[in-house]
């Protein structure tokens, strides 16, 4: 639907239809024109971002009632030979949650996969949509602010940079899941001592 030439002449605009259509469609991904605007006009590279971000976020809810009213069938429409990829979605669901859009929203994972997979899912939709704005939103800023500091020489580093980064907060968010996780399911002292005196 369309190349990246066509959304470059609509400009701003163009970046929001791309970011939000590429949430659950296959459509080339917004950072490709994100790279393009932000070296053309450096001093808007915030607001390409935002715009990025919020389209996407938006495009993400829509790609999640796609998944929760189509269910599979549409899922294998659109994503015919990625099936094992859902298999790999559900699987991060079931051990990290709302941790795995994160990862899915913030790396050159196809976002469009975890979006349409959470709706069908059933995942907690207001965790869905702040892992998606949290997610987006750090991949899109990282890359307008890198560019708009260091510009065009450092262009082709952006994905090493993006996963250097994502690799950091993804294991920061595993750690913190993991910790919370024993946290729940530790009993407190009192429930032990309570077991004890019940058993005698």
Same mark, same amino acid.
């Given at each position: ?6 959304? %470059?002449?609509?400009?701003? @605009?163009?970046?929001?239809?791309? #970011? !939000?259509?590429?949430? &659950?469609? @296959?459509?080339? *991904? *917004? ?10 006009? *450096? ?6 971002? &935002? ?28 994503? %015919? ?10 699987? /991060? ?8 859009? @994160? ?6 994972? *196809?976002?469009?996969? !975890? ?12 965790? !869905?949509?702040?892992? #998606?704005?949290?997610? %987006? ?12 500091? &260091? ?17 950091? +907060? +993804? /294991? ?7 910790? %919370? ?12 001592? #309570? ?6």
């Amino acid at each position: 639907m369309f190349d990246i030439e066509f959304y %470059r002449q609509l400009g701003t @605009l163009g970046l929001a239809i791309n #970011s !939000f259509v590429e949430s &659950f469609f @296959l459509v080339p *991904p *917004p950072d490709f024109l994100l790279i393009i605007l932000d070296l053309a006009n *450096p001093k808007k590279a915030l607001f390409y971002a &935002f715009i990025c971000t919020v389209a996407s976020a938006f495009g993400g809810i829509v790609g999640y009632f796609i998944g929760k009213f189509g269910g599979r069938p549409i899922f294998n429409f659109l994503f %015919r030979n990625k099936h094992a990829q859902f298999e790999k979605v559900e699987t /991060l669901y079931n051990k990290y949650g709302a941790v795995a859009v @994160l990862f899915a929203a913030f790396t050159p994972i *196809p976002y469009k996969v !975890f979006t349409i997979a959470s709706g069908i899912l059933n995942m907690n939709f207001w965790q !869905f949509t702040l892992a #998606s704005v949290v997610g %987006r939103g750090m991949r899109f800023f990282i890359v307008s602010l890198v560019l708009m500091f &260091f510009g065009e020489a450092v262009k082709q580093y952006l994905e090493l940079i993006i996963l250097a980064v994502t690799v950091v +907060i +993804i /294991l920061f968010f595993v750690v913190l899941y993991k910790k %919370r996780h024993k946290i729940t399911t530790t009993p407190k002292n009192n429930d032990v001592e #309570s077991e004890v005196v019940e058993k005698q």
